[in-house]
């Protein structure tokens, strides 16, 4: 009985096909579990039939609907496991099949494809214009060592012809993809040994015995990262129905060595931008460590109660087990630190709002004449007194602040001391606190002897986090291996906290690692977000550097970012409606698309233009369930953490993004003006990165400075 193997390159279509095409395939699929190998060939239902002129022998097309076919990759070594491809309509799928060869990597002995035909048509062009080029991109690498990379003859013959890196982008789509992998690495200046190390190291299988052993099923077994094999006829049932949601927890080659590396000796970060999967290592992680023990307890925690909930559903989703769940708590660090105080004091802690806090500071300055902001003075006491944990005048008059552009005397600062000594006063007269207060609070009670409540701390989201909520986390778990598991990217911090794990006493050092591949957005839309933050530095979680997007790269692609500036707000929800009507007309569910703004004023007019239109629409912050019909509305700082088909960022104008009150002014601190354009510019490429397969970005009247390759105004 023939056994069936899916590739990445199958589900990125079945997604988006129509219900009647993928119950076609259904069908398809269960007859492959029903029959011999020599009845398929048989099988006039099937039509399993080779493809003429094509450039693998090994290629194949069988009958889905009247007007689909599916690509599958046959075997030639006697094996029974068939790799469907692709499935496109029935003319389009002879000339797909036609181009493409499946070869295994000498390196990674992973299965790729290229588009043989096209490397071949372009070479030649390539060489001659290379001929008269100044320098060659790969001309300080040694054939020898590009082979020991896993670079095959053909690539290597193309590479040689690559002057820039623009050049190698625009060649990439056609390379068998480890190579291409090898390749942009490289060119981004990293070294052979870097690369061996983090592509080729990452995807070769540890247990390689016959390196000679080039076997179809040998190759699909050592691909588990980009095919996905079926055993029996219930694993084919459940892989077909499974909602999108489920292949959230799907582990790549290059993430699971390091969510199942046996242990770490201390705590350990995984870096990277979005898309790349760092939320799945930290899910992951939690299982492998509840598995290391039978009654271990685990702290899996984030910074927003909806990024809680997703990492809530979606464990469950892994673990499948009520016993091991009983052992991991999911929940904010805020959460988690108010339950210590009110389990320790036998009171709830009441924290007051950001905007609260800010009308408190507002009144102290009025009081005191002072010549700083409300906004100056709020944080300076969140960025300097509770990061550093500052208690008295005289440990303010001497800290160091770091992070704060703008100098202050002695005499000021005793001027600001009075004021935080007011602010706190208030505060406990009216039996108040603030949420960064009762993080504090936490931290001086888990620091006492025998005082941790878990063996393990593992954290997702981490670069939102503040110095006093790392201080609660670093105080929830004794000092020792696999303590701290941390995933964050520096590029999506867009709340207003600025840490360095080092400064903290949390050393990563030697136990980083980076992930690289985006396997949400297509390459377009990856490339174009990507720009949002081109010449900006952005600050490592560990403070000893800056992070960035080098090698940062997506292996799907699609259609490029659609950019709309409009005259007005109406004619712009007018657009956005058009366009999200055309999405659904395409079969996009309206629960897979997704509207964020900058401010709820303007998605209430998105909310009124949608229904106008008769297109439904829900509110992410309503917590709507999966199966609730709607596009999804939400602020751009809702849509952290979230996915879509398809995504509308409306609203990208001149005064929303960024929004003139949450930036500091040049002249009062040029660190945090500085630091607050940085915020608002990581809002807007978080938002562009949760579509899938559709960007659509638009505007009224001055476009953001933020947007890559828009002109100015409408």
């Keep these: 009985m023939p056994h069936l193997a899916f590739a990445n390159s199958f589900w990125q279509t079945y997604d988006v096909l129509e219900r009647q095409v993928k119950a076609g395939v259904r069908k398809a699929m269960e007859k492959f579990q029903l029959l011999t190998v020599a009845e398929l060939y048989a099988d006039k239902g099937l039509h399993l039939e080779s493809v003429d002129k094509s450039r693998d022998p090994r290629m194949r097309t069988i009958r889905i609907t009247d007007f689909w076919r599916g690509v ?16 496109v309509p029935h003319d389009d799928a002879y000339t797909w099949a036609a ?89 981004e200046g990293f070294t052979p040994e870097e690369v061996y190390r983090d592509v080729v190291g990452e995807r070769r299988p540890t247990d390689v015995v016959d390196d ?61 931008g979005p898309g790349t999967g760092k939320t799945v290592v930290a899910l992951h992680r939690v299982k492998h460590l509840l598995s290391r023990s039978p009654d271990s307890q685990v702290l899996l925690t984030t910074f927003t109660n909806a990024l809680a909930r997703t990492l809530r559903e979606n464990l469950a989703l892994l673990l499948a087990d009520d016993e091991l769940l009983a052992r991991v708590q999911v929940t904010t660090v805020d959460a988690f630190a108010n339950r210590v105080v009110r389990d320790t004091t036998g009171v709830a802690p009441s924290p007051i709002t950001d905007t609260e806090e800010r009308q408190v500071w507002r009144r102290i300055v009025r009081q005191l004449e002072l010549p700083w902001s409300e906004q100056f003075l709020m944080q300076e006491f969140r960025h300097v007194v509770l990061a550093q944990h500052v208690t008295t005048e005289a440990e303010y008059l001497l800290v160091e602040r770091r992070g704060r552009g703008s100098a202050l005397r002695p005499a000021q600062r005793k001027q600001l001391w009075r004021a935080v000594e007011m602010f706190l006063a208030e505060l406990r007269a009216a039996r108040k606190t603030t949420h960064l207060e009762v993080c504090v609070h936490a931290a001086e009670i888990l620091d006492g002897p025998d005082r941790h409540r878990f063996d393990h701390v593992v954290v997702d989201e981490a670069q939102d986090l503040h110095p006093a909520q790392w201080r609660v986390l670093r105080a929830a778990v004794p000092t020792g291996p696999d303590d701290l598991f941390i995933t964050g990217d520096p590029h999506q911090r867009i709340y207003d906290s600025r840490v360095s794990l080092r400064a903290l006493g949390i050393s990563v050092a030697g136990r980083s690692s980076r992930l690289r591949i985006n396997y949400r957005s297509t390459a377009e839309i990856l490339a174009w977000s990507t720009g949002v933050m081109a010449g900006t530095p952005v600050e490592e979680l560990s403070g000893d550097g800056d992070d960035h997007l080098a090698g940062y790269r ?73 199966g609730v019909v709607g596009v999804r509305l939400a602020t751009m700082h809702a849509m952290k953490g979230l996915e879509f088909r398809c995504v509308a960022v409306t609203g990208v104008t001149s005064k929303a993004v960024p929004f003139a009150k949450e930036i500091t002014p040049l002249e009062v601190d040029r660190h945090q003006h500085e630091s607050d354009l940085l915020k608002e510019r990581c809002l807007l490429f978080v938002a562009c990165t949760r579509a899938r397969e559709a960007l659509a970005v638009s505007w009224s009247g001055a476009a953001s400075p933020f947007l890559p390759t828009t002109n100015s105004r409408y």
């Design 554 to 626: 997506s292996l799907l692609h699609g259609k490029r970012p659609s950019l709309a500036g409009h005259p007005s707000e109406q004619s712009e929800v007018m657009g956005l409606t058009q366009r999200v009507q055309e999405w659904i007309e395409q079969g996009v569910l309206p629960s897979e698309i997704a509207v964020c703004t900058r401010f709820n004023l303007m998605l209430d007019k998105v909310h009124d233009g949608l229904n106008a239109a008769g297109i439904p629409a829900v509110r992410v912050r309503n917590q709507p369930d999966a």
């Design 72 to 87: 599958v990759l046959a075997p030639d070594d006697g094996s029974d496991i068939f790799l469907l491809l692709n499935v």
């Design 99 to 187: 181009k493409r060869v499946y070869t295994v990597n000498t390196a990674t002995r992973a299965l790729e494809v290229r588009n043989v035909v096209a490397i071949e048509e372009l070479t030649p062009p390539l060489e001659q214009a290379a001929a008269a080029a100044r320098s060659l991109l790969f001309a300080k690498h040694s054939d020898t060592v590009l082979r020991d990379l896993g670079i095959d003859d053909q690539v290597l013959r193309a590479a040689r012809a690559i002057t820039d890196k623009p050049q190698l982008e625009a060649f990439g789509g056609l390379l068998p993809e480890d190579q291409f992998e090898v390749l942009q690495f490289l060119a």
């Design 212 to 272: 000679t052993n080039d076997s179809l099923a040998r190759a699909i077994v050592n691909t588990a990262g980009r095919i996905t094999l079926v055993t029996s006829p219930d694993e084919l049932a459940d892989i077909l129905d499974k909602p999108f949601a489920a292949w959230r927890v799907f582990l790549h080659p290059s993430q699971r060595r390091v969510a199942y590396r046996v242990s770490f000796n201390g705590p350990a970060q995984v870096t990277g």
